[in-house]
């Protein structure tokens, strides 16, 4: 069976999210963000996903991550590549680059963590040592690699709260407990993806220095390094998809 490559969309980055809207039912969680829609990259269906909904108005701590993900399932995703827009906290990247982080913290709360809430009767305990999957990380780096494109093998995301961004002393504490990037939203994202069996990966677009370690205030920041990050990922899901469709 082929497969069925999906992406969530996240913030500044809703373009992605375009094509044929399909049939997107209710979940047992509930309604997703948005409808799922179908598109073409480099010959490659994918079904797209606005994950802050359309338009851009779910914070993250609100996203029904689990009828998200639940949707896609039933729409045949079987891999799902998830654009996430970052704060970078240590030295591997800068402003306006990109890369894949291999692991992650998790600093939320109050979010519905997992599929397995009592009411079907199964649980399941998964294995998360490897939160992002190796076979589709490894996929998009060869990708990367073999077209020039400079995208960074690796790092733990620290998922935060939001919606606010973090304090100068908070991220000075992420950096103490191993973070390299910090975002809001790849939890309970990735962990869901395991339980429903389907393969994710993080596409980290670093859009701004987190606190206290630019020299510009982070809007600023944001604004003078989206597009950098963005034209990067567009031409890594281009020749991703094109090396699927090949």
């Not at 851009?56 to 996203?63: E, R, S």
Request: glycine residues 10%; aromatic residues 6%; hydrophobic residues 40%.
């Amino acid at each position: 069976m082929p497969e069925q490559y999906a992406m969530i969309i996240g913030s500044g980055f809703e373009e992605f999210a375009t094509g044929s809207e399909l049939q997107t039912g209710e979940t047992r969680f509930g309604s997703p963000s948005a409808a799922l829609r179908s598109t073409d990259i480099a010959g490659t269906p994918v079904i797209t996903l606005a994950r802050h909904g359309e338009p851009h108005c779910i914070p993250p701590h609100a996203i029904n991550y689990r009828a998200n993900l639940a949707a896609l399932k039933s729409a045949g995703a079987t891999s799902v590549i998830a654009l996430c827009t970052v704060g970078v906290v240590s030295a591997i990247r800068e402003s306006g680059e990109i890369g894949l982080p291999d692991q992650v913290l998790d600093f939320t709360w109050g979010r519905e963590h997992s599929i397995f809430d009592g009411s079907d009767g199964q649980l399941q305990h998964i294995d998360f040592t490897e939160p992002f999957s190796v076979g589709l990380r490894a996929q998009l780096l060869h990708v990367a690699r073999s077209a020039a494109i400079d995208c960074y093998d690796g790092g733990v995301y620290a998922t935060t709260q939001g919606p606010r961004l973090e304090s100068a002393a908070e991220v000075d504490r992420l950096e103490r407990v191993g973070a390299d990037y910090v975002g809001m939203t790849a939890m309970p994202e990735a962990a869901l993806a395991r339980e429903l069996g389907m393969e994710y990966a993080c596409l980290a677009l670093v859009v701004n220095r987190a606190a206290g370690r630019g020299d510009t205030p982070i809007h600023d920041d944001v604004e003078a390094s989206t597009e950098s990050a963005r034209s990067l990922t567009e031409s890594l899901l281009h020749a991703f998809f094109e090396s699927i469709g090949a």
